[in-house]
């Protein structure tokens, strides 16, 4: 008797399951073929990622047959099994769990696999518009025989390039894999967000990911993986060619660089002037020098005003500003083409063809106080990509001293060198290793009062090195959401992520990647 295990798919949930191989099949199936099974009342479908001729003698009795294999030859190559493999092994999670959204997205399997040749992931340095010429230059350049996949953390991002490049491209988001019958994929360019991550791809095709560090190309499920890590690890396997366009190289991929396991292309020049305003000795929250400039600007033109801080901090500027402005925030997303003065968070970002006079910065010291150990990069991306927005760039701050002003009209590569010192001395990412932990309550009493707890037991655990401070990020209608990041001086063993997760609360989780 043949026995597959086998991913199999319902409804609502992800399951890896055994079960037996009739005769008349036998000649059929392999490891990643794609099968109908029985699951529970209902068949369902599945891959097989496994096959034995042995199981466990206490489940023997309990296995129920494979129903059919797929006509049409669908699956999982063996490359992409090796691929769910190996991000279950990272993650600490099952095979089904990383198999969620591949399931979505089967291949028509080949006779015999290709041996794929490793390729260094390429890196593209620079703003959106440089990013968005260079997405038009690879796909002039390698579409017609090689298949190209964008995977966006804007959707507005990935809007621009379809439109630019018209019905050559096929765009994958949830509503189309969310359907019972999978769309054929005839196309050889695909642009989508996260949901296409796990696209089929053959060896020397190209997997783009654009802006690879944002949170939006992380999973919001379990394992909680992020587009970075699958990219990298679709490319040492099955070797396609991985491209990340990033404003801004994350500080632990510099020693990629330095390695020469990574190519680097840098194309990131300032395009704003910077004028930096010493707030001490005022608890204006404009600075009558600078109202006065915001006034001037709006003679001529619109202004941009943001703040650093979310929704609560808008009332105290609102007051102080010469108009009421439009307010762009996560709650609310949409700019008004009529309006000239418009009061916003970093969601502004998610709008690359606005623009404006002058952009106004205030409340940034949110970014430049470190709570969390990339804030003042994440700030110095965030600079150069409003210097595409507008041409003069106003900041009031506390920290006029900053190095991250520096860094915005000089060698970037200086202060990386700097950073990575700093970080060697204390052990901290890449030379150890950044857990994240994500916590979720009904309330912010209540998630605070778990964080302290936790925050205690974390303590307690000698392998770690140092916890940061816990910090509440998102309130939704339902749930509060935080995270406290934790840093060690090696690799956590599989044990030690054990204990973690065990001092957790049973909503909190774990943020394990490579």
Not at 153 to 164: N, P, R
Not at 374 to 396: H, R, T, V
């Amino acid at each position: 008797m043949i026995y597959a295990t086998i991913i199999a798919r319902s409804r609502t949930n992800i399951e890896e399951l055994t079960y037996s191989v009739p005769a008349n099949i036998i000649p059929y199936i392999r490891v990643g073929s794609l099968v109908v099974v029985p699951l529970r009342q209902k068949l369902v479908q599945g891959v097989v990622v496994g096959l034995s001729r042995r199981v466990s003698a206490d489940i023997r009795d309990k296995v129920r047959p494979v129903e059919s294999v797929s006509k049409m030859g669908m699956g999982f190559s063996p490359a992409r099994v090796r691929v769910i493999e190996r991000l279950a092994e990272i993650s600490g999670s099952s095979l089904g769990e990383v198999a969620t959204s591949a399931l979505r997205l089967p291949e028509t399997l080949m006779v015999g696999e290709l041996t794929p040749k490793r390729l260094k992931p390429i890196v593209w340095q620079a703003t959106w518009p440089k990013r968005l010429e260079f997405y038009l230059a690879l796909i002039k350049k390698h579409s017609a025989h090689h298949r190209l996949v964008f995977v966006f953390a804007l959707g507005e991002h990935a809007s621009i390039l379809a439109e630019a490049v018209g019905e050559k491209a096929m765009i994958i988001d949830d509503n189309v894999l969310s359907r019972k019958k999978p769309p054929e994929f005839s196309k050889n360019i695909i642009i989508g967000t996260l949901s296409a991550i796990f696209f089929p791809l053959k060896p020397a095709d190209y997997l783009i990911i654009d802006q690879p560090d944002q949170l939006g190309l992380r999973q919001q499920h379990r394992p909680y993986l992020s587009a970075k890590t699958i990219a990298m690890t679709r490319g040492e396997i099955e070797g396609v060619q991985v491209v990340f366009g990033s404003t801004l190289l994350a500080v632990a991929d510099v020693g990629r660089i330095k390695n020469r396991d990574w190519k680097l292309f840098n194309h990131l020049k300032p395009s704003a002037a910077l004028t930096i305003i010493n707030r001490h000795g005022s608890r204006d929250e404009l600075l009558p020098s600078t109202l006065e400039t915001i006034k001037r600007a709006l003679t001529a033109g619109r202004a941009l005003i943001f703040s650093a801080y979310k929704d609560e901090a808008f009332a105290r500027l609102r007051a102080a500003l010469p108009q009421k402005p439009a307010e762009i925030s996560s709650p609310n997303n949409i700019v008004p083409g009529n309006t000239k003065l418009v009061l916003a968070t970093e969601k502004i970002l998610s709008f690359p063809n606005q623009r404006f006079e002058i952009t106004v910065m205030t409340d940034v010291e949110r970014f430049l106080g470190g709570k969390n150990l990339d804030d003042p990069w994440k700030f110095l991306a965030i600079l150069f990509e409003l210097g595409e927005l507008s041409p003069k760039i106003i900041i009031q701050t506390y920290e006029p001293d900053h190095w991250v002003f520096q860094a915005f009209g000089g060698n970037i590569g200086r202060f990386y060198a700097t950073e990575l010192k700093e970080r060697q001395r204390y052990q901290l990412p890449p030379y150890g290793t950044e857990i994240k932990i994500i916590g979720v309550a009904k309330s912010e009493a209540e998630l605070l009062t778990q964080a302290k707890k936790v925050v205690a037991e974390v303590e307690k655990l000698s392998w770690i090195s140092q916890a940061g401070e816990f910090e509440v990020e998102k309130i939704s209608p339902r749930n509060v959401f935080g995270h406290l990041t934790v840093y060690c001086p090696k690799a956590a063993s599989i044990s030690q992520k054990t204990r973690l997760k065990e001092v957790l609360p049973p909503a909190w989780r774990l943020l394990l990647d490579a």
